[in-house]
């Protein structure tokens, strides 16, 4: 079956400490995303890449990072630099190119908690 | 700047329909769709429009206009199980894909 996978579903971080959070997607879709949502808000755009090796910066950027070396796969690192990053982080994948279908596809969800 | 706005919350009584909107201003448009979210789950697809006018999927319609920079989502015959927060997000040039804060709906018996 074709999907979105991440993992952990929960993760604890000790303050100071950098995380890497997986997203693999076998849809062959050429875009990915990263989204942070907090408690009863809506999603914020972290990053995102249309090809690989091509990453943007979405609009709360600062204190994460990217790779896009595989087109399956757009690993999130939460660093150290990160100073609020207890929250829920959505991968999502969606096609580009096939207008008719672009919609995007969430994985599960990872549930970040700093202790 | 880039915003999408919609309403925070909204409550409406089982087995009648619910109008949710949702107004943006974006830097180009490739698409606007809506999606559902319940506590603690990733959001699901519901709708897609690209073009002016009304797309029907059963319970659920949606509605855009992108001239004014609108859109709703109607659900008909609401259920207990469509209490959930309704996502509007844009697709703007450049194949960014930005969401409002939701609207949580409570559906009361």
């Known amino acids: 079956d074709g999907g979105i996978t991440q993992s952990p579903k929960y993760l604890f971080r000790k303050e100071g400490q950098n995380v890497t959070l997986s997203c693999e997607q076998n849809l062959n879709h050429d875009a990915m995303y990263w989204y942070r949502q907090d408690p009863g808000q809506g999603l914020r755009l972290i990053y995102y890449s249309q090809i690989v090796n091509d990453f943007q910066k979405g609009d709360i950027a600062e204190g994460y990072s990217v790779s896009r070396e595989k087109k399956e796969s757009f690993p999130l690192t939460v660093t150290s630099a990160q100073k609020n990053p207890t929250a829920f982080y959505l991968c999502?994948?969606?096609?580009?190119?096939?207008?008719?279908?672009?919609?995007?596809?969430f994985g599960q969800g990872t549930r970040l908690t700093v202790v | 700047g880039q915003n999408i706005d919609q309403p925070t919350e909204m409550t409406a009584t089982e087995g009648a329909i619910v109008q949710i909107n949702c107004t943006y201003q974006?830097?180009?448009?490739?698409?606007l769709f809506w999606y559902q979210q319940h506590a603690g789950e990733a959001p699901t697809f519901l709708s897609y429009n690209v073009l002016d006018g009304l797309e029907e999927k059963g319970r659920f319609s949606s509605f855009l206009s992108r001239s004014k920079g609108y859109s709703y989502l109607l659900l008909k015959e609401l259920q207990m199980k469509d209490s959930a927060s309704y996502l509007c997000a844009v697709t703007t040039g450049g194949f960014k894909t930005i969401f409002g804060a939701g609207t949580r709906l409570f559906v009361k018996a």
């Open positions: 974006t830097s180009g448009f490739n698409g």
């Open positions: 999502a994948s969606s096609s580009i190119w096939d207008r008719a279908n672009t919609e995007a596809f």
